[in-house]
């Protein structure tokens, strides 16, 4: 049961980043994931998160109408889509699977209630 981040790097400011978050013994569409990011010194702190169906999605205040999450449940993968990236944003960004049945259909950025975390890719966000 493994889940992999990939698509982080260095990117300037207002520039883009596609992460994706790919699974192995795990049917991504039958739970809900969320994207969590810590930066050095800071606690970790919940970005986005998406419902099994892909019907409900959730996003902190700091990247709303800048990042997108999505799934594409043929790949079994879940995307984090950011975009107007800042300073900001630099962090160690997470995917995290939830099993409890009470965020399946409406997901929620506490990472109490997600129990498989991926290894993280670094996103930095510099000039």
Do not use: H
């Not at 698509?7 to 992460?19: E, K, M, N």
């Not at 300073?87 to 997901?107: F, G, H, I, W």
């Amino acid at each position: 049961l493994q889940l992999v981040e990939s698509g982080g790097g260095l990117v300037q400011p207002g520039g883009s980043l596609r992460l994706s978050c790919a699974a192995s013994g795990f049917t991504l569409r039958y739970y809900a994931i969320g994207w969590f990011r810590q930066a050095p010194g800071k606690e970790r702190e919940g970005v986005s998160c998406i419902s099994s169906s892909g019907g409900s999605t959730n996003y902190a205040d700091s990247v709303k109408g800048r990042f997108t999450i999505s799934r594409d449940n043929a790949k079994n993968t879940v995307y984090l889509q950011m975009s107007s990236l800042k300073p900001e944003d630099t962090a160690v960004y997470y995917c995290a699977l939830s099993t409890r049945a009470t965020v399946q259909a409406m997901c929620v950025m506490m990472d109490d209630l997600y129990n498989y975390w991926g290894q993280g890719t670094q996103v930095t966000v510099s000039s």
